[in-house]
């Protein structure tokens, strides 16, 4: 079946760097893609999203890159702060697959200072 | 902003009881989900709901009904719980111009 998978479990970096999140998908037919972040004890919050048509997303502090060539999504962050520290998920819907999201298992992300 | 309500954040209920597990969305929004989360699997779907008295089979629907007979309110009904059931259970509603927003989930334990 389809998946969506992260390269990394755990990322650790220092407070003021930049943080750089990998998630590989398998389907060449999906057509949208999230980034969410769930902290502890809450439910996921979306971040940024980004359509297969286009190849690269900015929002605040966070870039979305999409390479479709190779089935890569990755998220960046910009100044990471100890507020970032959450798991983050990249998640994907097919064309013809509804409104229905298949997700990644989540990578933690822990700000050092 | 649509804000997304779960009835409760935590429950614990014995094997083989009926569980109702509810969700109501502020807005008048069509589609609405229903996602457990589980540690090293990631959120899988249990079942979607596109309308009223609408629904679709998720990747897991094996032991669990949904209810939709109201646009705001989608419920999920676990017919007779099982250990292998406890779980974080999220709901949520979604498009993508506007994303897929989630409530705060029900940690549901069967003991």
């Known amino acids: 079946g389809e998946s969506v998978g992260l390269h990394l479990p755990t990322l650790s970096v220092q407070e003021g760097d930049n943080s750089i999140i990998n998630c590989a998908y398998s389907n060449s037919a999906s057509d949208y893609f999230i980034w969410y972040k769930q902290e502890s004890g809450k439910g996921p919050q979306f971040i940024i999203d980004?359509?297969?048509?286009?190849d690269k997303r900015q929002g605040q502090r966070v870039t979305v890159l999409l390479n479709k060539t190779v089935k890569h999504l990755s998220l960046q962050i910009a100044a990471t702060q100890p507020g970032d520290s959450a798991v983050y998920f990249c998640?994907?819907?097919?064309?013809?697959?509804?409104?229905?999201?298949?997700f990644g298992t989540g990578t933690q992300l822990k700000v050092e200072l | 902003d649509v804000k997304v309500t779960q009835s409760s954040r935590y429950l614990v209920k014995r094997t083989g009881e009926k569980v109702f597990l509810e969700c109501v969305q502020d807005?008048?929004?069509?589609?609405m989900f229903w996602y457990r989360q589980d540690p090293g699997l990631g959120l899988r779907l249990i079942y979607f709901s596109y309308d009223v008295k609408m629904k679709e089979k998720g990747d897991i629907p094996e032991g669990y009904s949904v209810s939709r007979e109201k646009k705001e309110r989608f419920s999920l009904i676990l017919e007779s719980a099982s250990t292998n059931q406890t779980s974080m259970y999220l709901c949520g509603w979604g498009r993508d111009r506007d994303g897929y927003t989630f409530g705060s989930g029900t940690r549901l334990t069967v003991v």
């Open positions: 980004i359509r297969s048509n286009m």
């Open positions: 807005m008048d929004h069509e589609n």
């Open positions: 998640a994907e819907r097919s064309k013809g697959g509804g409104n229905k999201l298949t």
